[in-house]
């Protein structure tokens, strides 16, 4: 079983930074894609951003190209969501996953609020 974690939420300004971590831990042999889903308020889960094991392919929504950067260290397990010119429509549940044989394991998910 895979336990995946998600921290680094809170609330920030328009215009602002805000970096997300993720630990994979328990069965993490075998977890390839790791990444990140959104939900905002009234609205679908929707993706934001995944990278492979290899870091070599990595993909971005539209809505966050440019703006957000997600990276992976493999030797701990850990993804990071490197968030800058954040805006209000950012605010969601950010959800970290990670694909292990096929099957995706989610975490709680952690708060992104943009508000003045």
């Known amino acids: 079983q895979v336990q995946v974690a998600e921290s680094g939420g809170g609330l920030v300004q328009p215009g602002g930074s805000l970096r997300l971590s993720c630990v994979a831990s328990?069965?993490?042999?075998?977890?390839?894609?790791m990444g990140w889903h959104r939900q905002a308020p009234g609205k679908e889960r929707e993706f934001v951003a995944g990278?492979?094991?290899?870091?070599?392919?990595?993909v971005y929504a539209d809505s966050v190209k440019g703006r957000f950067t997600i990276s992976r260290d493999n030797a701990k397990n850990t993804v990071l969501l490197q968030m800058n010119s954040l805006k209000p429509e950012d605010t969601a549940v950010y959800y970290c996953?990670?694909?292990?044989?096929?099957?995706?394991?989610w975490g709680r998910g952690t708060l992104v609020t943009v508000s003045s």
């Open positions: 328990g069965g993490i042999f075998g977890v390839d894609t």
């Open positions: 990278i492979s094991w290899s870091g070599g392919n990595i």
């Open positions: 996953y990670g694909v292990r044989y096929g099957t995706n394991y």
